[in-house]
């Protein structure tokens, strides 16, 4: 069974910055596309980024491009996702997820994705 524990979430002003954390266990995330996925208040989850297995492809969302990285260290079974320039609007809970399937991209929609950590909240004052 895939475990995904996430942590680094907190409270921190507009402008600020956040490291998220990502931990598997049950796994190897080798070979596995990594992503992360928020959900505001009243909102939908969505896509924020992804990497590809090896690190050589990243992904993100429009509106995150240029302010975060996603990083991963396969030999930690570790998922980053360095959060800079920090905004109110960024303010959700943070989810990590992997795919069922090796070599797989995987898209934006959740629903293409098969484990997922309980999430960590991020909270951006204005």
């Known amino acids: 069974q895939v475990r995904l524990v996430e942590s680094g979430g907190g409270l921190v002003q507009s402008g600020g910055s956040l490291r998220l954390s990502c931990a598997a266990s049950?796994?190897?995330?080798?070979?596995?596309?990594m992503g992360w996925f928020r959900r505001a208040p009243e909102k939908e989850r969505e896509f924020v980024a992804r990497?590809?297995?090896?690190?050589?492809?990243?992904t993100y969302s429009d509106s995150v491009k240029g302010r975060f990285t996603i990083s991963r260290d396969n030999a930690k079974n570790t998922l980053y996702l360095q959060m800079n320039s920090l905004k109110p609007e960024d303010t959700a809970v943070y989810y990590c997820t992997t795919l069922q399937s090796p070599y797989n991209l995987g898209s934006p929609r959740p629903s293409d994705w098969a484990y997922w950590g309980q999430g960590t909240q991020v909270t951006v004052s204005s």
């Open positions: 990497i590809t297995w090896f690190g050589t492809t990243t």
């Open positions: 049950g796994r190897s995330i080798n070979g596995y596309t």
